[in-house]
Nanobody
Framework: QVQLVESGGGWVQAGGSLRLSCAAS????????MGWYRQAPGKQRELVAD???????KYADSVKGRFAISRDNAKNTVYLQMNTLEPEDTAVYYC?????????????????WGQGTQVTVSS
């Protein structure tokens, strides 16, 4: 199996910054896309940013220019640097990874999710 463990959430005032980290561990053969999603109360989960193994990135329009996603392939870790935070960024943030992993004597390909970390931005 594969586990994703997030860290770095918390409370911050509007205009502040936070950095989220998510480390994948377990029976990993390779990781393709890694990304961050968020879900605010009463809303659907949405993609914030993702990055492929080659470093190509994409962002939600609402965070372009404020957030930056990066990854360390050697550590199977993805980061989200969040700057100029706004109250509208308040949500539970989840990391996800498309992982090829060892399943007994076979390989499987699964999108794994972290447990989520709360980010609260006060005005």
């Amino acid at each position: 199996q594969v586990q994703l463990v997030e860290s770095g959430g918390g409370w911050v005032q509007a205009g502040g910054s936070l950095r989220l980290s998510c480390a994948a561990s377990g029976s990993i053969f390779s990781i393709d896309e890694m990304g961050w999603y968020r879900q605010a109360p009463g809303k659907q989960r949405e993609l914030v940013a993702d990055i492929n193994s080659g470093g190509s990135t994409k962002y939600a329009d609402s965070v372009k220019g404020r957030f930056a996603i990066s990854r360390d392939n050697a550590k199977n870790t993805v980061y989200l640097q969040m700057n100029t935070l706004e109250p509208e960024d308040t949500a539970v943030y989840y990391c996800a990874a498309e992982v090829t992993w060892y399943k007994g004597h076979l390989y499987d390909h699964t999108k794994f999710w972290g447990q989520g970390t709360q980010v609260t931005v006060s005005s």
